[in-house]
């Protein structure tokens, strides 16, 4: 069975552009969530997902930053107007459920987004 | 506030000695307990989990973690360490506020030299 994918897996961008990081979690997992991951850093959450909504985006740095999930399944990072401090491992993960907390989490490979 | 802290940030041990990387957590309610291991240029794999039960709990690739509740912590420990082993260690907690949401540690990169 095919695990969490994550594309692309590398990115380069100009600092002004908008870029879209994609994820498709594994199939039936309900719950999706979006991490970033500094050089040197640990794991900063940014926003998950249950089905569709986003009960909380409170870790969405700015409103240059936006999540969407369409069908339960495939979900888009947009990062408008980067920035170079936007430049980070971004790493979705998916879950079976969210309520009651004992699935763990299987994470992507990653997107290494480079902002020039 | 609830967190979660990885005290080391570098473990050093030689091949076939016993690892330890340990993780203390600060949550309301009862916490469950996650560990990770990522690899370079990978995702984060899940390694185990404490929910409930038992204190030891055993999980992939030979390790096992100690549910302390008194202490609260939960270090991940293996008895002979592989050069395989080397990797970046994150311990993770399921807030009891937010469900949605996993607070790791900042990561303990562990070095098995040969």
């Known amino acids: 069975g095919a695990g969490v994918s994550q594309s692309p897996s590398n990115k380069v961008t100009e600092k002004g552009k908008d870029v879209e990081l994609r994820c498709d979690p594994i199939s039936g997992h309900t719950a999706l969530y979006w991490y970033r991951q500094s050089l040197g850093q640990g794991l900063e959450f940014l926003i998950y997902?249950?089905?569709?909504?986003?009960p909380d985006k409170s870790g969405l740095p700015s409103d240059r930053f936006s999540a969407e999930r369409t069908g339960g399944s495939v979900s888009t990072l947009t990062i408008q107007r980067t920035q170079q401090e936007d430049s980070a491992v971004y790493l979705c993960?998916?879950?079976?459920?969210w309520g009651g907390g004992n699935s763990p989490l299987h994470f992507g490979n990653g997107t290494r987004l480079t902002v020039t | 506030a609830q967190s979660v802290a990885q005290p080391e940030d570098q473990v050093n041990v030689a091949e076939g000695n016993p690892l330890t990387v340990k993780c203390t957590y600060s949550?309301?309610?009862?916490?469950?307990l996650f560990w990770y291991v990522q690899y370079p240029n990978r995702g984060l794999q899940f390694l185990l989990k404490?929910?409930?039960?038992?204190?030891l709990v055993k999980g992939s690739y030979g390790f096992e973690a100690e549910f302390n509740k008194s202490q609260t912590s939960f270090h991940l420990k293996k008895p002979s360490a592989l050069v395989s082993d080397s990797a970046l260690y994150f311990c993770a907690v399921r807030l009891a506020d937010s469900w949605g949401k996993f607070q790791f540690g900042a990561g303990t990169q562990v070095v098995v030299t040969p």
């Open positions: 997902f249950q089905g569709n909504s986003a």
């Open positions: 949550v309301s309610g009862n916490p469950y």
């Open positions: 993960a998916s879950s079976l459920d």
């Open positions: 404490y929910i409930t039960g038992d204190n």
